[in-house]
């Protein structure tokens, strides 16, 4: 007795001391996360050598370089160019970074633009007498907030920065991809600026603090390991609790197998090591098809030899193979399905049962579920869902097919007063009459192709086209939509667009004709950009539209929406959840079907884009005739 007693007093003290150990290793370790977590690091420039770094440059692609033309400099025209500068956050060290900032030095005056995951603050005119500071969120400010002084072109709003002058940029809490996690470069900032000849974004400075967390560290190693001792002298009483869990697990395990009796007709108890099989509830028709004196494997291919139809047999017997049960059963239970021959639809079932993670499973149970009547009010339901489908494309074709003849009947009449007329004011109406009509025509298109990609299979209409033709067709139905409207259409196309190419257009028209309604609906006054760029790469051309409004823009909500959607989209493929006529969902989901996408920016209050990209085959190299447009 008294040598437990001496055995006991000298475990508390051992005991004590690793408690000790843990408390001050904790402690320490603790200090010096927070000292190093407060320690601020600067690198100046791209610094590749460096663990984390900023890698600022130019962005890649035909749209990310732009030019405004006629801009007033002071009193003269000239052309401007426009540039997108990304910014990728690349941390290849071992820890997260938190919180950081970025100083960007100006080399040459130029304007700024757009700065997006962020706001700015701005030095204006550095060391003279006009110097200002202002802290700007640019994607969301207006130009009534804007102290410094700034100009507005075409709805851009362009703040001037001369040689000298700097900029802070401050990343925007709200975006949790801020947070850079370790070995990784996904934050990506962006800003876009104006100069006249080049630009250089070479010169800037990051800072920023790395965030150690107490799991990391030499300090966290000696804490588990006094943590470690501690534990291991407590096995006595982890091996009586797990006692008391297994004592626990078979109530469970009985309370468990009396509920899941109410379900299932007929449960047994499988031990997967014996091969051996229990009745803990069966009907008498299941027991009929068991010969008890084989083993588990045995009676269980019995049972289904004799009730499987055919066509199920094969399917059923790999399911029952216990000797792959075991692997099988990771997620806890596995079931397959096959029609009986007696009572139809019919489910089969292996739980696990007292299986520990550490161990293979030993034992398991196997359960029957009669689940015909499930099966035969699922199979209504997808057949009265499939036949809904099928009435509302047959329909919606149907009306589309009426209305394309009355509306074609309305155009030839129109074209042959048009052929006939030598009245000015008519041509001017039978011209609005045709573009009004296009209108109509791609509508009825688009809305019936987009409600058909879910139940059909629809073909890309490759042919070739004359995109002079096109962009005038584009330009004459915008110029029709907001005639009598305080609202004026700008253009900027670029002459690198190929004269002839080869592709979907009948698609892409619908496209346009969508965005540029919504364009329309929401715009009362001002201004619509009809924008075209195109670039050259091999044989194929880089072809970007954009539909640019001056309008209220999107609401945060409809915009959430509306991009939840696109997204959608990608993943998911065409949900035919269109036919209602949304024309914005509608231009989605062709731009899905063609492989592109639909690309929104949009600040409430100062209006919205919508473009997309696509490649079209060259068929005409020669750019296009801009005076034709």
């Known amino acids: ?66 030019v405004k033309r006629d801009f007033n400099l002071k009193g003269r025209r000239v052309n401007i160019t426009g540039q997108t500068i990304d910014g990728r956050f690349r941390n290849n060290s071992s820890y997260n970074v938190i919180s950081w900032e970025m100083e960007i030095r100006i080399n040459q005056d130029c304007f700024i633009n757009k700065a997006w995951n962020g706001s700015v603050e701005i030095h204006q005119y550095i060391g003279t007498e006009n110097e200002k500071v202002q802290t700007l969120d640019l994607m ?29 940029y401050i990343p925007s809490v709200e975006f949790k991809e801020l947070e850079v996690k370790k070995r990784s470069d996904d934050v990506v900032i962006g800003i876009i600026y104006y100069y006249m000849n080049s630009f250089d974004s070479s ?36 091996v009586s609790r797990i006692a008391y869990r297994n004592a626990a697990k078979d109530l469970k395990f009985q309370q468990g197998v009396i509920s899941m009796s109410d379900i299932y007709s007929t449960l047994y108890f499988i031990d997967l090591e014996k091969d051996t099989l229990t009745p803990i509830s069966a009907d008498k028709e299941s027991e009929k098809m068991r010969p008890d004196d084989l083993g588990a494997r045995e009676q269980l291919l019995n049972m289904v030899l004799y009730d499987a139809e055919e066509d199920y047999i094969k399917v059923a017997q790999e399911f029952i193979d216990i000797s792959t049960v075991a692997e099988r059963l990771e997620k806890g239970s596995i079931a397959c399905e096959y029609i009986s021959k007696t009572h139809g639809w019919t489910r089969i079932r292996f739980f696990s049962s007292q299986h520990n993670d550490d161990e293979p499973v030993k034992k398991v149970i ?20 499939e036949r809904e489908k099928h009435n509302r494309n047959t329909y919606l074709a149907s009306v589309s097919s009426r209305t394309r003849t009355w509306l074609q009947n309305i155009l030839d009449l129109n074209e042959k007063i048009l052929s006939e007329t030598k009245e000015d004011n008519i041509k001017t109406s039978s011209r609005q009459i045709r573009s009004i009509g296009s209108i109509i025509s791609y509508t009825i298109d688009g809305s019936n192709d987009a409600s058909r990609l879910e139940t059909v299979t629809l073909d890309k209409l490759e042919e070739e086209y004359s995109a002079e033709d096109v962009l005038s067709e584009f330009i004459d139905i915008a110029e029709t939509m907001v005639e009598g409207t305080p609202v004026v259409i700008e253009k900027d196309i670029t002459p690198t667009v190929p004269r002839k190419l080869k592709g979907d257009v009948k698609r892409i028209r619908q496209v346009l004709v969508q965005i540029l309604s919504n364009a329309v609906h929401y715009t009362d006054k001002g201004s619509i950009r009809l924008a075209v760029y195109g670039k050259a790469v091999d044989n194929k051309a880089h072809i970007l539209f954009s539909v640019k409004d001056s309008g209220g823009g999107l609401k945060e909500k409809r915009l959430k929406d509306l991009l939840m959607y696109i997204d959608k989209l990608e993943k998911l493929g065409p949900m035919g959840t269109v036919s209602n006529g949304h024309g914005l969902e509608i231009a989605a989901c062709l731009l899905n079907f063609l492989g592109t996408k639909l690309n929104v920016i949009s600040t409430p209050g100062s209006g919205t884009e919508f473009y997309f990209e696509v490649d079209q085959e060259i068929v005409d190299a020669t750019p296009i005739d801009k005076s034709n447009l």
């Open 366 to 385: 196997f359960a029957i579920q009669d689940i015909n009547d499930e099966k035969i009010t699922l199979l209504k339901y997808d057949e009265e869902v």
């Open 140 to 168: 969301k400010c207006t130009p009534e907030e804007v102290e410094l002084e700034y100009t507005v072109n075409n709805g851009d709003l362009l703040i001037p920065l001369n040689k000298g002058d700097y900029i802070k």
């Open 1 to 66: 007795m008294g040598m437990v007693t001496k055995r006991d007093k000298r475990m508390k003290r051992i005991l004590i001391c690793l408690f000790i150990g843990i408390v001050v290793s904790f402690g320490v370790h603790l200090v010096y996360v927070i000292i190093f977590n407060k320690q601020e690091h600067v690198i100046e420039g791209r610094q590749e050598d460096e663990d984390t770094y900023m890698d600022m440059g130019d962005r890649e692609g035909a749209a990310n370089t732009w």
């Open 203 to 238: 010169d800037y400075t990051i800072s920023f603090y790395y965030h150690m967390l107490f799991v990391e560290g030499w300090g966290f190693g000696i804490f588990i390991l006094f943590s470690s001792a501690f534990v291991i002298l407590l096995s006595g009483w982890i």
